[in-house]
């Protein structure tokens, strides 16, 4: 177990929708990141919170959005979903503002849009 | 354009030889790097990571080799065990930049067998 947590576990979703995925970090860990895992696609960084505050962003979707709250834990707005959204999300967190540490995962959330 | 590349998609080793997992990396900021091993249905979990400023690192049955020069880094499990099994995943990092975040390559499924 990682600590950190992810809900929900699976997602099913239409067309159109907008949905919210939900990442709790590990106690302790101010950083948050979203990664997004598609078929034959390795992890790719959506965006990257520190305290609440944007940090940086990655290949993130103008109609994709996220936020850090004051208890530390993120959440990830995806909208207008189409097919190609289907994909494995994770949430990681670490201590630090930087990279030079490593990043622990949650699970994931796997999403199907149909 | 893809910043961390790992070339093989697959490999296959037999229980008890050696299996050896390579990265390329273009971008010369990078200066933390770390391999994850991912099982299906679970998140990365961390399995070991090296600085630039060294050139190799060891932890038990694995060893991370870093060339700056060539900007390869390769991770070594000796011996392989068939619970090894799973997807390996290369990354890496500009550390102590502030808002930076690991960035991944596609993954390598290594299969060992018995």
């Known amino acids: 177990d990682s600590g950190v947590t992810q809900t929900p576990k699976h997602l099913i979703t239409a067309t159109g929708q907008r949905v919210t995925l939900r990442c709790s970090p590990r106690s302790g860990d101010l950083s948050v990141y979203w990664y997004q895992q598609s078929l034959d696609q390795g992890l790719q960084f959506l965006i990257h919170y520190y305290n609440g505050e944007e940090r940086a962003k990655g290949n993130i979707l103008e109609r994709f959005s996220a936020q850090q709250f004051p208890d530390l834990h993120s959440e990830l707005n995806l909208s207008s979903l189409e097919l190609g959204d289907s994909a494995l999300y994770f949430c990681?967190?670490?201590?630090?503002?930087?990279?030079?540490?490593?990043?622990?995962f949650g699970q994931g959330t796997r999403l199907t849009v149909v | 354009d893809q910043q961390v590349k790992q070339n093989s998609p697959s490999l296959s080793v037999q229980e008890g030889r050696i299996s050896i997992l390579n990265c390329d990396y273009t971008?010369?900021?990078?200066?933390?790097f770390l391999w994850y091993k991912k099982y299906p249905a679970e998140g990365p979990t961390f399995l070991i990571s090296?600085?630039?400023?060294?050139d190799k690192n060891e932890d038990g049955r694995f060893t991370v080799f870093l060339n700056k020069s060539a900007k390869h880094l390769s991770l070594h499990i000796v011996p392989s065990q068939p619970g090894d099994s799973a997807v390996y995943f290369c990354a890496a990092s500009a550390a102590n930049q502030a808002g930076t975040a690991l960035i991944f390559g596609k993954g390598t499924t290594l299969s060992v067998s018995s």
């Open positions: 971008n010369s900021m990078f200066d933390y």
């Open positions: 990681a967190s670490s201590v630090v503002r930087t990279g030079s540490t490593e990043a622990f």
């Open positions: 090296i600085s630039s400023i060294k």
